[in-house]
């Protein structure tokens, strides 16, 4: 089930059936794009036309970060729980070494997806990484990534561009490409190649993340004032839906 946080299709699940449902998207033999939007992403739509037809593309979206869980209880349509794209993705790994599904790495600095490359390979059993690019490349180069891609037999992609050029890339570039999923995944592959520690297990749990974020990398304040702006719009949406329904 979708339920509609200011414009934005997420859908209700927890991990284990995002990674049950993008699972069977992968198995499909389609071509399906998977989005984790947070605050910041979902405020970015009310202002970026092209980003929100990007969005609208998506197989599957999950929601990753508190302001969009907050938003969405604001709204009376609270979510199972938070689903971090860099958990879905590394979780998604196991069921495509599971089904002998390569994979591909793309985006970060020089070097940085090969680093990753070898450190998921090292926690997943059986794991195929097809190849590996960064993201340093042109628009005119999108036909040279395209067929590197392609060429290498991946089924699943990891797109790492960062919001919003990774939406905008997998929405122009779905039809040519023959995996079957690809996920827009941001910082993920910088997290995998060590170059960035996540919080704490204990923060994570206490959906305190954001703010161990805040306190290693302060310059991540302007982003963070992200989530009082998506409440304030979420409590006004909130208002005009009951007077709606009243009327």
Known sequence: MKFDILGVKVD???MDEAVAAVTKLMESGGRHIVVTPNAEIVLMCQQ????KAAMDKASFTAADGVG???AA???GTPLKQKVAGCDLGFNLL???AKRECGVFLLGSKPGVAEKAAKNLCEKVPGLIISGVHDGYFSPEQDGEIIKLINDSGARVLWVCLGAPKQEKWMAKNRDALNVSVMLGLGGSLD???GNVKRAPEFMIKLKAEWLYRLIKEPWRFSRMIKIPRIMS???KEAKRRKNNAGA
């Open 12 to 14: 209700n699940a927890t």
């Open 48 to 51: 970026d036309d092209e980003l």
């Open 68 to 70: 969009v869980l907050a």
């Open 73 to 75: 209880k604001k709204l």
């Open 94 to 96: 196991f069921e495509a």
């Open 191 to 193: 997290v995998y190649a």
């Open 233 to 235: 719009l979420a409590k």
